[in-house]
């Protein structure tokens, strides 16, 4: 299965934050509608809460009846009909609320915004609003606004919030949403590491949404730190999903070469996170390329007993046999030639005997010879120290592989942090 920048980026930004419509602070249900008695005040229940009295005189409880009676049978076309007169009866802050709560009801009724948001903003400024609606009001107000692209109103309704809890998380979360808005990645970042530290100081967990966020906007706008910060979620949210997609953003970001693809894809096959043909495809092309003969045939067989390979079966198929091939001749003559290499100068020589010995499986013996490599030298370090890591943490050896993983630098350094990773996931 071929993996897109476009199909990353839709998996990354699956369920992102939109406006909330008058919704996830309570008011995507319309509350029960009140029964306006003849000579007595509204009482509007609210779940779990007690019953609210709402003080009208005569002339409001009068205009309020048809509209109320209409909005319980939530017949929206009579309500709305009704709601003028209610409006224009409505003299205090309890009347003037009630008008602005059911036209928020008939907005839902009716799926009509502009109601909605219009009652919201009567809600507030009736002066009828309880203190612990505050927050959902405005946060509703807020939505709205920065949907309508009003954002002196957004402004506004940002600054209450603030002011109601100044050491809210979602202060900053509100202001990093209007940054991505902008365009503003990193400040929109900085602002999601400015609500982590409220959250944690105030003993919470972080949502695992929030790293997901700080992720989408990374990769989106193309920043270095991408794989880092995917990493970051994928700590917090493992799965072999999300192993597979955060490896393969990382070897899109840094246009990975055939030898970094072995190095990524041996990890994804290790954590169980091959998903695609592509994958199986991608990492035996480059076993191929270090002449891991016994890699190429485990792998191409692995994808072909999974049906995962069917595109390229054919090729598959062949690739098997050639592999087999040489790998029969190549095995004979390895102890041999380890030996050689183990007492001889050259590092390259070391390097593609250990590369055989990894493909094969014989895990203890490619350890012994990446070693070798690097003592010997004349190889890149970086890319041996991550072979190394992977031969010893394969052959279950984590303190070591955990040593030669952390001296790992350069482009590979991000690499080696997600082997790290995967070890610390399979516990001591």
Avoid: C
């Amino acid at each position: 299965m071929t993996i897109s920048k476009a199909a990353l980026a839709a998996a990354l930004l699956l369920g992102a934050a939109a406006p909330a419509l008058a919704s996830a602070q309570g008011y995507q249900t319309p509350r029960p509608v009140p029964t306006v008695p003849a000579q007595a005040p509204v009482a509007m229940p609210a779940p779990a809460e007690p019953e609210r009295q709402y003080n009208l005189n005569r002339a409001e409880r009068t205009a309020f009846m048809p509209l109320v009676t209409a909005a319980r049978a939530s017949d929206w076309a009579a309500a709305q009909a009704a709601l003028p007169a209610a409006a224009a009866a409505a003299r205090g802050n309890d009347a003037k609320y009630l008008v602005g709560q059911i036209r928020l009801q008939i907005g839902i009724g009716t799926q009509n915004r502009q109601w909605q948001s219009q009652g919201i903003d009567e809600m507030i400024a009736s002066g009828g609003a309880q203190p612990r609606e505050m927050r959902a009001l405005y946060e509703n107000q807020l939505d709205f606004a920065t949907a309508a692209g009003d954002t002196a109103k957004a402004a506004r309704a940002m600054a209450q919030l603030d002011a109601l809890n100044p050491n809210d998380p979602n202060r900053f979360l509100r202001q990093a949403r209007i940054r991505a808005g902008a365009n503003d990645a990193p400040g929109a970042i900085a602002l999601y590491r400015q609500a982590m530290q409220v959250q944690t100081a105030a003993g919470q967990p972080i949502p695992v949404e929030w790293r997901r966020q700080i992720a989408a906007l990374a990769y989106n706008a193309h920043l270095p730190e991408t794989a880092g910060l995917m990493r970051e979620w994928l700590a917090v949210a493992p799965s072999p999903a999300m192993w597979h997609d955060s490896l393969a953003i990382y070897a899109e970001l840094g246009n990975a070469d055939s030898a970094m693809n072995l190095d990524v894809y041996r990890l994804v096959r290790a954590a169980g996170a091959m998903t695609g043909e592509r994958d199986y495809m991608v990492l035996s092309e480059a076993a191929n390329d270090v002449r891991a003969f016994g890699e190429v045939k485990a792998v191409l067989e692995e994808g072909l007993s999974r049906n995962l390979i069917t595109v390229n079966a054919s090729i598959a198929r062949e690739r098997i046999t050639l592999a087999t091939r040489r790998a029969a001749d190549d095995r004979a003559s390895l102890p041999a030639e380890r030996t050689a290499a183990l007492a001889g100068r050259d590092g390259a020589v070391a390097l593609r005997l250990a590369e055989a010995y990894y493909g094969y499986g014989e895990y203890g013996p490619a350890a012994e010879l990446y070693r070798a490599a690097l003592q010997k030298g004349g190889q890149d370090a970086n890319v041996v120290n991550t072979r190394l890591g992977a031969a010893l943490a394969l052959a279950g050896q984590r303190a070591e592989a955990e040593a030669a993983f952390r001296a790992v630098t350069g482009p590979r350094a991000e690499l080696a942090q997600y082997w790290l990773l995967w070890l610390q996931s399979r516990g001591r």
